[in-house]
């Protein structure tokens, strides 16, 4: 059942309400149109972050051939791969998908008018980009419309990569998170490393809510030392109602944030996490 007037479910999973009747759509409309009043922005910004982060990436020669592709993990509807390889900014997607002209169009009108829209949008320095989330329909959105160039669902919470994410994983350089964190744990982490060909980094965006620590230390286990932006926060998106705040605090508190000025004034904050080889 909708739940509270906010948005979220009245479900919650660790004290954070559940989004999960909108992560299987068949196209991101209602994604946008149910973040939209809880003003959901972590990825406007990773944008630029991810954008250097896979310049660098590219620019660093690994001694393999070809170009090194970017694995976005917890990828929905493509939104990362949107905003990595083409002109348009979140504010602008938030906009078309919440649209009233397009609430009512057939998705296989609106996947054609997104192929279009993305192709003529699309950046001179596009990466390759692939996807790894459990919801299919999103997946095959994101690659019906070309942010994709491949998709993957396998639940790497659950069992190893299938045969097509293993062969896809020895052409991953870089992988980018935002608003995974909740999700996935060092067992994601670890399988994906243990497939990888190539040196791979990672950019990852994960809320203060969620000790990312175990994580840290598996990648150190892969030679991934991980640096931790201390010079700000991120803010995420505003909280569904008090319930949701008051478990936001306790949890900050309980990893050795201050909330003051950042979960009560209202919103999740996330951190910058960026892990690359290095000596130890
Ligand atoms: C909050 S959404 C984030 C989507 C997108 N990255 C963004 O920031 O807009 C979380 C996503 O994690 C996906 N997810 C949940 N469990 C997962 C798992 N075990 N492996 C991969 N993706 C998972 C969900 O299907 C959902 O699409």
């Keep these: 059942m909708a739940g509270s007037g906010s948005g979220g479910t009245e479900d919650v999973a660790g004290g954070k309400s559940r989004f999960d009747d909108i992560y299987d759509r068949p196209d991101p409309r209602m994604y946008f149109g149910r973040l939209a009043p809880l003003e959901y922005e972590i990825p406007h910004h990773a944008q630029p972050v991810f954008r250097q982060a896979s310049a660098e990436r590219a620019a660093f020669d690994d001694g393999c051939p070809g170009r090194p592709a970017v694995l976005d993990v917890c990828c929905s509807y493509g939104i990362n791969a949107a905003l990595l390889n083409h002109d348009v900014t979140l504010a602008e997607m938030y906009e078309r998908y919440t649209s009233p002209a397009r609430q009512a169009m057939p998705t296989t009108e609106l996947a054609a008018q997104d192929k279009e829209f993305y192709a003529g949008r699309r950046r001179p320095d596009a990466v390759p980009v692939f996807g790894l989330d459990v919801a299919a329909p999103a997946v ?126 209202g919103r999740f904050h996330s951190l910058h996490y960026e892990s690359r080889p290095g000596a130890r």
Aim: glycine content about 8%; proline content about 6%.
């Design 140 to 265: 095959r959105y994101a690659l019906e419309v070309g942010l994709l160039d491949a998709a993957f669902t396998d639940d790497l919470e659950q069992a190893p990569p299938g045969p097509a994410l293993s062969r896809a994983l020895a052409e991953v350089g870089l992988i980018t998170l935002t608003g995974g964190g909740s999700y996935i744990t060092a067992r994601t982490f670890t399988a994906l490393l243990d497939g990888a060909r190539r040196p791979v980094w990672i950019s990852a965006f994960v809320l203060r809510t969620v000790s990312y620590q175990p994580i840290v230390r598996a990648l150190d286990g892969y030679g991934l030392r991980t640096t931790l932006d201390v010079s700000r926060t991120y803010p995420q998106r505003r909280f569904t109602d008090e319930r949701e705040q008051r478990y936001a605090i306790t949890a900050v508190r309980a990893l050795g944030h201050d909330p003051a000025g950042r979960e009560e004034s």
